[in-house]
């Protein structure tokens, strides 16, 4: 079946360091991809998509590019701010059939001024 | 432009009691899924519902129902309260095709 596989958390770093969340996935066919956001008490924001292989989703300053290859689609952000302190969560959705989006288990981001 | 609407956004239930979960969707959309996320999990899917039926559900036990009213508005309810229940259950509307998939801030369950 499909599944995401993200890194473990918490993810800590300073005010402008780089940021590289990692998220693979098993899918069959050619999936949809997805980074959602989740801020404290709120629902999931969807932040950045990408619809076929070697696009690159961008938004806000993040992205991610859909690597078919190695089956991957990282997110990475170049100087993260404390704002952008919460979950994020890779998500994939396989096309036609009901559309139903996968989450993987989240990764926590930290940033400390 | 109003987006997902979920009530109520926290309550409280006891093991045993019955709960009822509300969701409107983002105008425009004619689409709902329910998920539930435990605290440090990703959301998992319970069920979607389209034209007033369940077109899909998630590895949920029976005690999970819904509801779509012709609004497009809906009603997640579950009987027979566990504690493992707790958790946040998000709505997500958007279109039959996928669409604009769009989630409310959804309602904490405690279940005690």
């Known amino acids: 079946g499909n599944s995401v596989t993200q890194m473990e958390g918490p993810v800590t770093l300073s005010e402008e360091a780089f940021l590289t969340i990692n998220c693979t996935y098993t899918?069959?066919?050619?999936?949809?991809l997805f980074w959602y956001v989740q801020y404290p008490g709120e629902g999931l924001q969807l932040l950045l998509k990408a619809t076929k292989a070697d696009d690159k989703g961008s938004n806000k300053g993040f992205e991610a590019t859909y690597r078919k290859e190695t089956t991957s689609f990282h997110l990475e952000k170049g100087s993260v701010q404390v704002s952008d302190s919460a979950v994020y969560f890779c998500?994939?959705?396989?096309?036609?059939?009901?559309?139903?989006?996968?989450f993987g288990r989240g990764t926590s981001l930290i940033v400390h001024p | 432009d109003a987006g997902v609407t979920q009530s109520p956004t926290h309550l409280i239930k006891t093991r045993g009691q019955q709960v009822t979960l509300r969701c409107s969707p983002k105008s425009g959309h004619d689409t709902v899924s329910w998920y539930q996320q435990a605290l440090g999990q990703g959301p998992q899917f319970i069920f979607q519902y389209y034209e007033e039926e369940e077109r899909q559900r998630g590895n949920f036990p029976d005690r999970f129902s819904g509801h779509q009213f012709p609004n497009y508005s809906s009603e997640l309810n579950v009987n027979a309260l566990l504690l493992g229940d707790s958790a946040l259950y998000l709505c997500?509307?958007?279109?039959?095709?996928?669409?604009?998939?769009?989630f409310g801030s959804g309602t904490r369950l405690t279940v005690v």
């Open positions: 997500a509307s958007s279109l039959a095709t996928g669409d604009g998939y769009t």
């Open positions: 899918a069959t066919g050619y999936p949809s």
């Open positions: 998500a994939l959705r396989k096309s036609g059939g009901s559309y139903i989006p996968t």
